[in-house]
């Protein structure tokens, strides 16, 4: 019985382990975005586009919701230059937004 | 007497309109009943079936903007769908069937509708809030 309580407690301290701030050192890069949270219904997601070309975008993400208006991107590199847009998706009616305004940012070295 | 007279003289006058009524009924009677229902299609088209007893019958699909304001959209069909591409997005369109043999055409069948959907609106206020 106590053998089985020592089992229960082992494996809920053993949680799995988060990295830790650490992993995110100095030479981790990231660019975060955010945008207008709109009026937008609750079928509505939200697409965002990158370029490192200022000519080729492809998606990067895709939010969870209508309400989520942040991305931070972690898959940048020092030194090089990235583009941005984003479109509103209505995952009920398989409509697409135009494109918005384009953001462009440099990542320090 | 006088009186008979003018009232004979009414009564054909009221009959008759009753009478053009019942000769449109009778016209109708030789085509079929139509049971129209519509599935609507995402990417901006709308999709409408119906059923008919009729099977020597063509078929017309009426449009509209309104409800009861429908005009012939495309007549001769001679299967029971179709589907209408040319819809504009975040309207609502109404729609009846008519079967027609031998140049006689039935009543409406019951009237559908469809709304369109709108595209979202796009995006604004983009901007990088931090960069490391």
Same mark, same amino acid.
């Given at each position: 019985?106590?053998?089985?309580?020592?089992?229960?407690?082992?494996?809920?301290?053993?949680?799995?382990?988060?990295?830790?701030?650490?992993?995110?050192?100095?030479?981790?890069?990231?660019?975060?975005?955010?945008?207008?949270?709109?009026? #937008?219904? $609750?079928?509505?997601?939200?697409?965002?586009?990158? =370029? /490192?070309?200022? @000519?080729?975008?492809?998606?990067?993400?895709?939010?969870?919701?209508?309400?989520?208006?942040?991305?931070?991107?972690?898959?940048?590199?020092?030194?090089?230059?990235?583009?941005?847009?984003?479109?509103? #998706?209505? $995952?009920?009616?398989?409509?697409?937004?135009?494109? =918005? /305004?384009?953001? @462009?940012?440099?990542?320090?070295? | 007497?006088?009186?008979?007279?003018?009232?004979?003289?009414?009564?054909?006058?009221?009959?008759?309109?009753?009478?053009?009524?019942?000769?449109?009924?009778?016209?109708?009677?030789?085509?079929?009943?139509?049971?129209?229902?519509?599935?609507?299609g995402?990417q901006h088209q709308v999709s409408?079936?119906?059923?008919?007893?009729?099977?020597?019958?063509?078929?017309?699909?009426?449009?509209?903007?309104?409800?009861?304001?429908?005009?012939?959209?495309?007549?001769?069909?001679?299967?029971?769908?179709?589907t209408d591409t040319?819809v504009?997005?975040?309207?609502?369109?109404?729609?009846?069937?008519?079967?027609?043999?031998?140049?006689?055409?039935?009543?409406?069948?019951?009237?559908?509708?469809?709304?369109?959907?709108?595209?979202?609106?796009?995006?604004?206020?983009?901007?990088?809030?931090?960069?490391?």
């Open positions: 019985m106590r053998k089985l309580l020592f089992l229960a407690l082992g494996l809920l301290t053993a949680a799995p382990s988060f990295p830790s701030s650490d992993a995110y050192g100095s030479s981790r890069h990231y660019i975060s975005v955010q945008w207008n949270k709109g009026s #937008y219904g $609750t079928t509505v997601v939200f697409w965002l586009f990158r =370029s /490192d070309d200022l @000519t080729h975008y492809a998606q990067i993400a895709t939010t969870r919701n209508n309400t989520q208006t942040t991305w931070t991107d972690s898959t940048v590199q020092g030194g090089k230059t990235y583009s941005y847009y984003v479109a509103a #998706y209505d $995952t009920l009616t398989k409509e697409e937004s135009g494109p =918005s /305004d384009i953001v @462009t940012q440099a990542v320090p070295k | 007497m006088k009186n008979t007279a003018l009232l004979s003289l009414l009564f054909l006058f009221l009959s008759l309109p009753l009478y053009a009524q019942t000769a449109k009924v009778q016209r109708r009677k030789n085509t079929s009943t139509i049971g129209l229902t519509i599935t609507q995402t409408l079936a119906w059923s008919s007893t009729c099977s020597a019958c063509t078929f017309t699909v009426y449009r509209g903007l309104t409800s009861g304001s429908e005009t012939g959209l495309l007549s001769g069909i001679t299967v029971t769908n179709y040319a504009t997005n975040g309207t609502t369109d109404y729609y009846y069937v008519t079967a027609s043999q031998s140049g006689e055409e039935s009543g409406g069948s019951n009237e559908v509708s469809a709304t369109i959907p709108s595209n979202p609106p796009t995006p604004t206020g983009l901007a990088v809030t931090s960069v490391k």
